[in-house]
């Protein structure tokens, strides 16, 4: 009749009305699902019957399994208005009178994955201390791309895993804790400051939704492409098909003594010459001569401030008998 003004009064109307009978008492769904030790049951029914489902489970497991029901762990939470936890996740029902597509309420009914609050405060605080991002002791004797490449891998696997959810935003929380402790750490291992270190390895990376900022540090190989390390440069958005594409990295031995490394990397660091390889050391630093005075090997230990340098046993022996070292001296 042209009466546009009631017609939108009944439409809001009919979009607060359900669109099925949510109380059909005659309406019941069952559905299971676990992976390893983690179950989930989705039912749809009353509550008084969901109860009588855990009870009767608990019987079974007991008289039959002689296993005993963790009441902690078992829990009946509505799916509307609570959140059931499996496999790191918290496990909704949508429900939006007001988004509509395809003319109808296509999100009411539907599963939502979010990333739980906790998990994202836990995993905050292994890079925090006292409330703030703290660097990280354990890495400082490794190299600026190992460093980088720890933490890109570690924030990578926790990105890919929560990329099902549909606020996989929260991790942006997250990603500044862990690139604030990993500048701290770089800054801490070269005695320079937080921005310095971050104009440093300041780099942009393409992305399926644009370009992205992230971290990186690049080891030049002749030959061969090269090596990058990189954190971040992940946009934070709900991937529904996303797979873990990462490579399952090398386990990065952080509580090695950095002379046990280079040692075993069998290298001579004063002429390069790959070698049964030998350690020159000073009682301390000051021991020195002064800069101009001192020969090449000993600006060497003086630049890295380390008080042991790892050489050959030619090398060494021109060392101790204060001859110069060829490969220094050319």
């Not at 937080?194 to 990186?216: D, M, W």
């Amino acid at each position: 009749r042209g009466d546009r003004a009631k017609v939108r009064e009944l439409r809001k109307q009919l979009h607060s009305m359900p669109s099925m009978d949510t109380q059909d008492s005659g309406y019941r769904r069952l559905k299971y699902v676990r992976y390893a030790d983690d179950t989930l049951l989705g039912f749809a029914g009353p509550k008084a019957e969901a109860e009588e489902i855990k009870r009767r489970l608990a019987q079974f497991l007991r008289d039959e399994l002689k296993l005993e029901l963790s009441p902690e762990k078992t829990l009946i939470t509505h799916a509307r208005t609570g959140a059931a936890r499996f496999l790191g996740y918290d496990i909704t029902v949508h429900h939006n009178d007001r988004k509509i597509s395809g003319r109808r309420r296509s999100v009411n009914g539907t599963i939502g994955l979010r990333v739980p609050r906790s998990v994202v405060v836990a995993k905050q605080a292994q890079y925090m201390k006292r409330g703030k991002p703290a660097r990280r002791p354990e890495l400082l004797n490794q190299d600026d791309h190992v460093i980088i490449s720890t933490y890109g891998s570690e924030y990578r696997g926790i990105v890919q895993y929560y990329l099902l959810a549909g606020d996989v935003f929260r991790l942006a929380r997250l990603q500044w804790a862990m690139s604030a402790s990993m500048l701290m750490t770089l800054a801490n291992k070269h005695r320079s400051s937080f921005s310095k270190v971050a104009r440093k390895y300041a780099a942009t990376v393409e992305t399926p939704y644009g370009p992205r900022k992230c971290f990186e540090a690049r080891v030049e190989r002749t030959g061969r492409k090269p090596l990058v390390g990189r954190f971040g440069g992940i946009p934070l958005r709900q991937d529904k098909k996303t797979v873990v594409t990462d490579r399952q990295l090398a386990p990065v031995n952080i509580k090695r003594k950095e002379l046990v490394t280079r040692l075993l990397a069998g290298r001579c660091e004063a002429c390069g010459r790959l070698d049964e390889v030998e350690v020159h050391h000073v009682a301390k630093l000051a021991d020195l001569d002064r800069p101009g005075d001192r020969p090449p090997w000993a600006d060497l230990m003086a630049v890295r401030r380390r008080k042991t340098l790892v050489v050959c046993d030619s090398c060494h022996a021109d060392i101790h008998g204060r001859r110069p070292v060829p490969a220094l001296t050319e």
